[in-house]
């Protein structure tokens, strides 16, 4: 993998899953941009993982913050796309479920669309991002000695890139079909949500959510709405 100056390599780290091409690094801007910008001289699953981003993205230019040597900060490049890119947020979310079971023991679990709760609290989140010729960078940050107030980080002895190459493992060990699992860690499925919109905001019970990701939502007045996006908020119980 070719990388610019500044892009010095961080220490070594575990030893990583065949058939994954792992860059580490101490500093960068955002490993999301990172790849994006070289996608087209990198391997088919190449992966960057930083000790700290200067400029860490959420959706819709948010920041995504964790101290330096904190928490675990990388994206995953898919040069080979299913024929529903979002399949592959999905299996980097369910993957990063697994991977937190195995190293720290702790059920985590799924918020639509794309992030990874520890008690019902933000441990991760996932951005996904297409690159003009079609392949997709998924980038994570996961809470592993830091988190913001309110949001849940794994502690422990948890190393981020140990959290990483568990990650890896259990992404090549899930099934061809998601769905049943993608549904069964889902815990947003079943919930009153409020789910912000562009246009305004929609309150309802998530009823179900379907084999491309979108969710299904009944809304107070028995309107259906099957969303692509959105921020969700889980409510209490009516
Ligand atoms: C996300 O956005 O949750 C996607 C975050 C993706 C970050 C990874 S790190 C590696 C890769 N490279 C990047 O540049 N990005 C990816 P969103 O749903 O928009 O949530 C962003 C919001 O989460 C922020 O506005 C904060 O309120 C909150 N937040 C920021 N840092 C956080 C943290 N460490 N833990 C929990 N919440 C955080």
């Not at 070719?2 to 065949?18: C, F, T």
């Not at 299996?91 to 479920?97: D, K, S």
């Not at 060990?173 to 912000?196: F, N």
């Not at 491309?212 to 259906?224: F, M, N, P, Q």
Request: glycine letters at 10%.
């Amino acid at each position: 993998m070719q990388h610019p100056d500044h892009l010095q390599p961080a220490e070594s780290g575990p030893e990583w899953p065949p058939g994954w091409s792992v860059r580490e690094v101490v500093e960068t801007g955002s490993t999301n941009s990172d790849l994006l910008d070289r996608h087209l001289y990198l391997p088919d699953r190449s992966v960057l993982r930083t000790d700290h981003q200067t400029a860490g993205r959420g959706r819709l230019d948010r920041r995504w913050e964790a101290p330096p040597g904190s928490n675990l900060l990388a994206s995953l490049l898919f040069r080979v796309v299913p024929s529903d890119p979002g399949e592959l947020m999905r299996r980097v979310a369910l993957a990063a479920v697994e991977a937190v079971r195995v190293v720290s023991g702790l059920e985590a679990a799924l918020k639509w669309p794309n992030d990874v709760l520890l008690d019902d609290h933000k441990l991760a989140g996932l951005l996904a991002q297409r690159a003009d010729d079609g392949s997709v960078v998924v980038g994570i940050g996961l809470n592993v000695g830091w988190a913001p107030e309110g949001a849940a980080r794994l502690g422990g002895q948890a190393q981020p890139a140990g959290v990483l190459a568990a990650l890896l493992e259990s992404y090549d060990a899930l099934p061809s079909d998601i769905q049943p699992l993608y549904r069964d860690r889902l815990a947003t499925l079943g919930k009153r949500v409020r789910v912000e919109l562009p246009l305004g905001a929609i309150v309802g019970t998530a009823v179900e959510v379907e084999g491309d990701g979108r969710l299904v939502v009944l809304d107070e007045c028995a309107v259906t709405h099957r969303l692509s996006i959105g921020d969700v908020v889980h409510l209490r119980p009516a």
